[in-house]
Each structure stands twice: as C-alpha cells, then as structure tokens.
C-alpha cells in the first residue's frame, strides 16, 4: 500500500488524479487516496464506509463480471460469477444508500459496435440494485463528468433527453 499512497499522493501533487481497478483490495486503494476504483468485484461495506468518508467514486463495471459467465464458461463459473454479480448488486445497493459517488463504466473499448447494450445492460443492472430509475439517470448523465472533473452544464440537460427519448 505504500507505494501505491506514494504514487497517488505524487499524482495528486502534480495536478492528477488516480483511478484504481480494484478486484481485491478496494479498501486497501481508498485508504491510499485514489479518486475512483473501478470494478471492485469483491466490495465491502468495510471499503465502500470508507469510499463515503473519503467521496471516492465506485465504477463497478457488473456487465464485464457478466462477461466472464459467457458461453465457453463451465458451470461452476458461470453459477460463482452470477452469484459474484447478486453480491455486487447488494453492495451497489448499500453505496448508494450511503452517498458513494457512482459512474457507470462497460469496460467496452470504442468503437465497440456492442458498446450500447452493455451500457443499456449495466444501467439495468443499477435498477436491478434497487436504485431508483431517476436516479439511476442522474448517476448515468452527470457520474461520470463529475468523476473526470468536467463541466455538465447544459451537457446533462441533452444527457437525459436523448436518455429519455431512447426509451
């Protein structure tokens, strides 16, 4: 963890942020100080209690855990990763609850012809935690502009027009 703090805090120093993917040690990556951790496969309440104190973003990319129970897995995997992802969907729950900033990430890379389904599945996946759909919309339109520090004036507002004209 040393290192990692270090880094971060070399980062933050020079005007930069650090995002962490963060399959195992969620917790141990908010405790260094970085801006977001994405994915978080194995999430606590431990890590996402700390996430709050610290307003450290949560970008659980479900719909790339989903990808891993795809066709050419065996049955076991498939049966741990759904049961991976209702994990998930409880701790989505409990950091919204909590007031952990959100984003919705796909783990797609553009121009990615699927890109839209996996962002139309994880933002069901979101309503599936239980989080209102409005809000569900809020986090779609504004979480990720908040997350990388930029301006959604007016841009939130075209946001969730065409979000509500595609439904």
């Known amino acids: 963890m040393d290192q990692l703090a270090i880094r ?7 005007g930069f942020h ?12 908010a405790s260094a100080g970085v801006r977001s ?18 307003v450290i973003f949560w970008v659980p990319t479900l719909v790339a855990l989903r990808s891993a129970a795809g066709s050419s897995a065996s ?8 049961q991976l992802i209702l994990s998930q969907l409880s701790m989505l729950r409990y950091a919204h609850s909590i007031g952990v900033p959100l984003a919705i990430g ?5 121009p990615d012809p699927a ?24 986090i779609a339109c504004e979480g990720g502009a908040r997350l990388l520090g930029v301006g959604t004036e007016g ?6 027009q065409q979000v509500a004209s595609s439904k």
């Open 18 to 29: 650090t995002g962490r993917t963060g399959a195992f040690r969620s917790g141990m990556c």
């Open 106 to 110: 796909t783990d797609c890379v553009l």
């Open 155 to 160: 841009q939130v507002a075209r946001s969730k």
């Open 37 to 54: 951790v994405e994915h978080g496969f194995f999430m606590t309440e431990r890590a996402l209690d700390l996430m709050a104190e610290k």
């Open 115 to 138: 890109y839209r389904a996996a962002y139309d599945a994880e933002v069901a996946l979101y309503e599936q935690a239980g989080i209102p759909r409005d809000q569900v919309m809020s």
């Open 8 to 14: 971060t805090s070399c980062r933050a120093y020079n």
């Open 75 to 82: 049955p076991d995997t498939t049966r741990f990763v759904e």
